[in-house]
Structure formats: C-alpha cells, structure tokens
C-alpha cells in the first residue's frame, strides 16, 4: 500500500488499490508472455480498435482499476506480440525478456533523472558503460552514454566526428567558412546514418556511398578512390561509417582495412553495431573483436540483439574532449564542476534506463546472452541451407550473420517478381505463425529473414520454412490462373 502524504498530490487515496492492480498487471503480464507463442505474431488493427483511441482529452479522474482494464481490454488483448514472439524476423527488432518488466517498473519507480552529478543511478550507468567498454575489449579512455538508440548513438558520434575532423572551431564558430565536409559509407548503410548527416548540415550529396563487394562489404579500393576525388577537389574528407552487421544482409566492413584507410587521410572512423556488433563476442567472429579498438567511435544497442528492453542504445567514442566540446552545456541554472552526462549528449533530462541493462547483465550473465545470439546464427544457416535447396527460390548469398535473403523467382519480368515476393510477404504475416518483410537491393524485392529473437526455436524456423514454400507455390498458381505471366 502506498500512503498519500498530502491531499492535493497525485498518490491514491487508496493506496491498496495501486497494490492490488500492480499485483494484477504483474499475473496478468506474466500469462501474455507465457501464452506468446500460442497468439498469431501479427492480426491487424479493425475500425473499432481506431474508435477507442478517438476520444478526447480526459479532464475528470478515472479509478485505476477502470484504466487498467481499458488497458487490458483494449490494448493488451488488441497488441500483436509482434517482437515479443519467436516467430518474428521483421527490421531487427529484439523480444526483450522477463527481468526487462522488473527494470521497467523499479525505473519508472524512482524516476531517476540520470543527468550526472552525485547520484547513485550515476555510478550505475557508469559501470554499464564500463561493462561495455569491457565486452568489446575496449580501454577505459572511451567516453560513453547510454542513448535511446542506436540512430542517436549515431548523431552523436557522427557530430564528434564533423568536429574533431573539420579545420574550424564548430561548437563556437558554427560551420561558416568551412570547406566542404564528405562522409564515406557503404551503399548499404542504415538510413540513420543519412538522417544524421543531414541533420549535422552534411547532406545527402555529401556522402559518398561506397560500392560493395559480393558480400555487400565496403571495397576498400573504392573508399580510396574517392578520398581522392574529393581531395583534388579540395573537400573535406570528415568520416568513415563501417558496418558491422548491415541492416540489409549482416554485411561487416573490414575495419582494419578501413582504418588504415582513416588514418593515412587522417579521417574519422566511426562503426555502426546496432545489433551486429554482439556477433564478435561468439566463437565464429572472435577474430573480428580486434579490429573495433581501431574505430574512433562505436555505437550499438542493447535493444536488438541483447534483447534487452526498448529503449537502451549505447555510444563509446575515443576523443574525450572532442565528445564533451560537442554537447556540454555548464553554466547558470545548471552549474557544474565535474561533467554530467548531459554534456555527452542530446538530452539534458534522461531516462535511468541504464538500470534495466544493468539488472539484465546482472542477472543473465553476458554468456547467457551471447548463447542466444550464437543460436540465432546457426538458425540463419539452417534456413539458408533448406530454402537453397528449393527450387524457385533464390538466396542473396550465404548469410554471413543472422539475416537471410531470398526471393522467390518466377519468369524473368523483374516487376511481376518484385510483386510476387511482396505479396507472399502479406500472406505470410496473415497467416500469423511467422512475420518478415521485404527490401529492396537493386531494385529487386527480397524477402529478409532477421533472426533475433533468444525465443526462436528450429521448430520456429521450420513453420516459416514451410510458409515460405507453399504461399509461394500458391502465387505461382495465382499468377499462372490470372494470365499475369504466359
Ligand atoms: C545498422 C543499424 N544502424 C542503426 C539503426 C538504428 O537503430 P535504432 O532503431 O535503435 O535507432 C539500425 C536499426 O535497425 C540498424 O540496423
């Protein structure tokens, strides 16, 4: 029970009744998640589920039990597990997990506002970030933040490196006068990139997208050529992006190789791991590890592959000074001796969701964790060997991680394929065992598999198998029955 000290505050008047709908939310979370693999992944939203969410601003109290169950009625029952269930393969989105709810709830408990200074929710995001400098072998020297993802890990790193790389003072002289500043990133790099870039004032024009290799990895010969171009044209060369793991296919650049690269031109290399990074911590990639002490800047987040709750990103960057020049902000009402957090990032107020990563690490353990991740590789080469051997179907390429492309081919009219293959995507995700999407690569529609989830089992992967071959093999029929192909 939690006792109102004063009328006019916001606790309950009966403060058994908090208790008792907690301890509900509580049965009433843990049978959702118990039965997930039991619910369709996916079920579309009907007219009456936009009605319910059209009424206008409450100004009159409501009992907790009665929202509670307007909760439990209509957004529970109406939410599609979506990522919570095993059979979900779309974007890279992870399940999160059990002791996710119990950080969840203990953070928006304190309601901590991890701004810096003396607080203990400091030292508790200082020994994550520590632990994750630790996981990737990292020295301590890197300045981190926890963000609220990876596309802000991103901006922030991105900006550190327009900074540091660019001749002018930009915190205190903006970007007039400055010569023209170009990134570097593969053809297959993640749209937060652009948004970042564009938003730092670089543009799209200004990056230059390196053609890949057969394995959709950066051709180091190709990033040469044109630093030089740009070179000769008096640009600025300002920043690397390496992928390690590609959102379209898992594709990891070969840092080593970029960074020599990054250093002989005295450039910026900065490593986009949203979820591919935690491959490096199995068996298979270990050798990889290395290399990202050579970036000047990483970013990834708890939130995919970690499978850890929405919304933990991470940055770690090399340049100390650089970092805090960029966002600090000291002085007035906010007057400060030592460096908070707020002067490594975007917010000033932010979030103590530190505390959610940290009782996960606590309690999983990382091996625990990185098991999950060495799983779901396996489980994208099971799938890759059995639809490779299909015919009809066409891989992209053996998966180098945990993401599996394919498309289903039938005649040679690129258009008619690329509608064929979104509509077995529909079907699929109809049928409500399993949900992938498409992308585009080429100008050729792909159905791709992101296997992330540390609930997916073989059987998981084997219902999306046989998915995969009969909606096909009904299209073909629907597409021979319709005349669409002769
Ligand atoms: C490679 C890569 N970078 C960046 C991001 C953006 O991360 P977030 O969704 O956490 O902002 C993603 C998201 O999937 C990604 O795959």
């Not at 301590?140 to 926890?146: A, R, S």
């Not at 450039?267 to 290399?291: K, N, P, Q, R």
């Amino acid at each position: 029970m939690v006792k109102k000290l004063n009328n006019n505050s916001l606790d309950l008047n009966d403060g058994c009744i908090l208790s008792e709908v907690l301890h509900k939310a509580i049965d009433d979370s843990l049978s959702y998640l118990n039965d997930i693999d039991n619910k369709n992944v996916f079920h579309p939203l009907r007219s009456k589920d936009y009605t319910r969410f059209e009424e206008d601003l409450p100004w009159d109290s409501l009992p907790l039990q009665d929202s509670y169950e307007f909760f439990n009625r209509f957004i529970l029952e109406r939410h599609s597990p979506m990522n919570l269930h095993p059979g979900f393969y779309g974007w890279a989105m992870g399940g999160g997990n059990p002791v996710g709810i119990l950080g969840g709830m203990l953070e928006n408990m304190l309601n901590a506002n991890v701004i810096g200074g003396m607080q203990i929710s400091c030292l508790v995001e200082e020994q994550v970030l520590r632990w994750a400098k630790q996981l990737f072998c990292l020295p301590e020297i890197y300045t981190g933040l926890i963000t609220g993802g990876c596309s802000e890990a991103n901006l922030i790193a991105l900006t550190v490196a327009r900074n540091s790389k660019m001749p002018g003072d930009i915190p205190r002289k903006g970007l007039y006068d400055q010569p023209r500043s170009i990134f570097y990133a593969s053809e297959q790099t993640h749209v937060s990139i652009h948004k970042a870039l564009n938003i730092l004032g670089v543009g799209d024009d200004n990056i230059r997208s390196i053609p890949v290799n057969e394995k959709y990895e950066i051709i180091p010969y190709e990033l040469e050529k044109a630093i030089i171009e740009d070179l000769k044209l008096n640009y600025c060369p300002t920043g690397i992006i390496a992928n390690c793991g590609s959102i379209n296919t898992g594709a990891i650049d070969d840092i080593s190789a970029l960074s020599q690269i990054a250093k002989e031109y005295n450039i910026w290399l900065h490593v986009d791991g949203a979820f591919g990074v935690f491959a490096m911590l199995t068996d298979s990639y270990h050798y990889c590890l290395e290399s990202l002490s050579l970036a000047d800047s990483i970013s990834f987040d708890f939130h995919k592959w970690m499978n850890m709750p929405y919304s933990s990103g991470c940055v770690l960057i090399k340049d100390r000074k650089t970092h805090y020049e960029a966002f600090q902000a000291n002085g007035g009402y906010i007057e400060h001796s030592e460096p908070w957090f707020s002067d490594y990032g975007i917010a000033l107020s932010r979030r103590f969701s530190a505390l959610s990563i940290w009782l996960c690490l606590k309690t999983y353990g990382v091996r625990q964790i990185i098991d999950c991740v060495n799983k779901n590789i396996e489980q994208a080469k099971y799938l890759y060997q059995k639809m490779k051997n299909q015919t009809d179907w066409e891989m992209i390429m053996e998966p180098t991680l945990n993401v599996v492309c394919m498309r289903y081919v039938y005649g040679s009219d690129q258009t008619i394929m690329n509608e064929i293959n979104k509509s077995i995507v529909s079907e699929i995700n109809m049928k409500g065992r399993s949900f992938v999407t498409t992308t585009n690569i080429n100008d050729c529609i792909y159905i791709r598999v992101c296997i992330i989830n540390h609930r997916t089992t073989e059987q998981h992967i084997n219902l999306l198998i046989q998915d995969l071959i009969e909606v096909g093999v009904k299209k073909r029929q629907h597409t021979i029955n319709n005349n669409i192909i002769k």
